[in-house]
T-cell receptor
Framework: GNSVTQMEGPVTLSEEAFLTINCTYT??????LFWYVQYPGEGLQLLLK?????DKGSNKGFEATYRKETTSFHLEKGSVQVSDSAVYFC???????????FGKGTTLSVSS | DVKVTQSSRYLVKRTGEKVFLECVQD?????MFWYRQDPGLGLRLIYF???????EKGDIPEGYSVSREKKERFSLILESASTNQTSMYLC??????????????FGEGSRLTVL
């Protein structure tokens, strides 16, 4: 079935540093890919998505490109802020397309 | 503003107790989901429902049941709580029948401790 693997955390950065969080997937066909974010004490919320190969999703300065050649959907941001401190989850639909499968999450901590 | 509300943020229960976790959404969404979130394991799907009185098992349904009597409400039931069910429980909803392109909206979570 479909699965997703994302880099282990925690990731600790200084403000204005460049961020990359790696995500690779295994899937039948070319499903949509998602990044969700969970801020402290809150539920998850959609950060960005891409629905087909070579699509780039973007939001709040974050970007991720759907690359079918490398089966990857890495999350990037050019200059992180303290307010970006959160847990980030890569996700894709299960093989039946009935629910989302989430990666284990990567904790990002940004200090000023 | 869209909203998924989980009735209890924190619960402490004893082994063997019956536990109800309630979730209500105000977006008239068709689909509702229960996940549990554990450190190092991420989110794992327990049950989901795509219509009233319908339910489907997720990846880890053992020890849980669900109820969806009304479209807006999806309850997770632990018939006899055990310590390995200590976890954060997240409820979510989505409009699309298949969430391939739709967005999941999450509640803030219910942290359950079973002693």
């Amino acid at each position: 079935g479909n699965s997703v693997t994302q880099m282990e955390g925690p990731v600790t950065l200084s403000e204005e540093a460049f961020l990359t969080i790696n995500c690779t997937y295994t899937a039948t066909g070319y499903p949509s890919l998602f990044w969700y974010v969970q801020y402290p004490g809150e539920g998850l919320q959609l950060l960005l998505k891409a629905t087909k190969a070579d699509d780039k999703g973007s939001n709040k300065g974050f970007e991720a490109t759907y690359r079918k050649e490398t089966t990857s959907f890495h999350l990037e941001k050019g200059s992180v802020q303290v307010s970006d401190s959160a847990v980030y989850f890569c996700a894709l639909p299960n093989q039946a397309g009935t629910a989302l499968i989430f990666g284990k999450g990567t904790t990002l901590s940004v200090s000023s | 503003d869209v909203k998924v509300t989980q009735s209890s943020r924190y619960l402490v229960k004893r082994t063997g107790e019956k536990v109800f976790l309630e979730c209500v959404q105000d977006m008239d969404h068709e689909n509702m989901f229960w996940y549990r979130q554990d450190p190092g394991l991420g989110l794992r799907l327990i049950y989901f429902s795509y219509d009233v009185k319908m339910k489907e098992k997720g990846d880890i349904p053992e020890g849980y049941s669900v109820s969806r009597e009304k479209k807006e409400r999806f309850s997770l039931i632990l018939e006899s709580a055990s310590t390995n069910q200590t976890s954060m429980y997240l409820c979510a909803s989505s409009q699309d029948r298949a969430p391939n392109t739709g967005e999941l909206f999450f509640g803030e979570g219910s942290r359950l401790t079973v002693l």
